[in-house]
């Protein structure tokens, strides 16, 4: 996105220097509109900085009374701006005219269109100055609407092809998953932070299904745990399973669909209680 400004600045002698927080989470907002809000910020920058001069885009992420919010300031070391112009030149069908706009082509271009786009994203835009001669700073800041953070699944399966296939299935619904291959490494698992829903198979190498789930149980950590029962045993029922402390029971072969809708209505379910 900087790139094609950073082309245009050099063509006019003037620096372009990104000082950007690696940190700052992702904002959501429209890319497009806020690709034009840069490119006005920055194209006026550039125009108003004389050759020699410096143009900076810095970000960073601030605490606010109202929540988190990403800031993007544009400074530049150009002609300024008068204290009685630094909110005119955000209005529509007005003018800032002194010699140095004059000298510079106008007083700016698309700022109306820059505040009703940042508006638009529930966000505000201001511009701060010393005063003629001593540069600009543009300033944005967004609301932070950071994403919730994807529901966790462990699944318990030997058999490792299978396994696969439902890691994919569910990593491609937005959950995050955990794999485990025996009733071991599941209570490994389970001794850190739990998921948010086991998937456990019956026949294991080591510990059976049934062992782990009754020691799901009995842990005052996992005992709310939602636990889906996959299962090829033809001799185990759902009944069985829902006694013996399950929640849900499926019987191989499941299909993906079957198997993101089980997921899904468990933990509504789970949240809801």
């Known amino acids: 996105m ?31 509109k806020l690709a034009q809000i840069l490119h006005h910020l920055l194209t006026n920058a550039i125009r108003f900085t004389p050759a020699g ?25 150009g002609i300024g701006i008068r204290a009685e112009d630094r909110e005119r030149i955000f209005r529509g069908f007005e003018q800032v005219d ?12 698309g700022l109306t269109l820059v505040r009703r786009l940042v508006e638009l994203h529930g966000g505000r835009v201001w511009a701060e100055s010393g005063g003629e001669g001593q540069g600009a700073r543009f300033i944005v800041r967004l609301p932070l609407l950071t994403a919730p953070l994807p529901r966790r699944v462990l699944i318990v399966e030997d058999e490792a092809l299978l396994r696969r296939e439902m890691a994919e299935t569910l990593g491609a619904a937005g959950f995050a998953v955990g794999e485990a291959a025996t009733g071991a490494e599941a209570l490994a698992a389970l001794a850190g932070p739990p998921p948010d829903l086991l998937i456990l198979d019956i026949v294991l190498p080591d510990l059976d299904g049934w062992e782990v789930l009754a020691q799901v149980r009995r842990e005052g950590r996992t005992r709310g745990l939602p636990v889906l029962i996959i299962t090829g045993l033809e001799s185990i029922r759902a009944d069985q399973a829902l006694a013996l402390g399950a929640d849900e029971f499926l ?13 899904g209505r468990l933990l509504r379910q789970a949240a809801a209680h």
Request: net charge negative.
């Open 53 to 77: 001069g410096r143009v900076t885009v810095r970000t960073r992420r601030i605490g606010t009374r109202e929540g988190e919010e990403a800031e993007i300031a544009v400074e530049d070391t």
């Open 2 to 32: 900087l790139t094609p400004l950073a082309v245009a600045a050099q063509a006019r002698q003037v620096e372009m220097v990104p000082a950007l927080d690696p940190g700052l989470p992702t904002v959501v907002a429209d890319r497009g």
């Open 251 to 263: 019987a191989k072969p499941v299909s993906a669909q079957v198997l993101v809708d089980t997921v």
């Open 98 to 109: 002194t010699s140095d706009t004059r000298q510079y082509g106008g007083a700016g271009l």
